[in-house]
C-alpha cells in the first residue's frame, strides 16, 4: 500500500500538472521564449533524454519493488 501512495504522490506531482498546462494551454513564459528558438532536432533530443530517464527510473522502481516483496516472503 506504501507504494501505491508514492506513486499517486509522484503522479501528482509530475504529470498531472504537465497534463492540465497541456489541457489548458498554459505554458511558462520562460519555456516557451526557451523553446521558441530551439531547433526541431534539439527538442525532440531532449524529449527522448527526458523519456529514457523517466523510464530507467521507473525500471529501478520496479525493481525496488520487486526486491523488496521477494525479500518479505
Known sequence: MTWQRIGLVLF?????????AMVTGYIQTGLRTML?????AITVTATATAGAARAATGCVVAALVAHRTAAAS
Open 12 to 20: 501528482s506531482l509530475t504529470l498531472l500538472p504537465a497534463g492540465q
Open 36 to 40: 521558441a528558438g530551439a531547433s526541431p
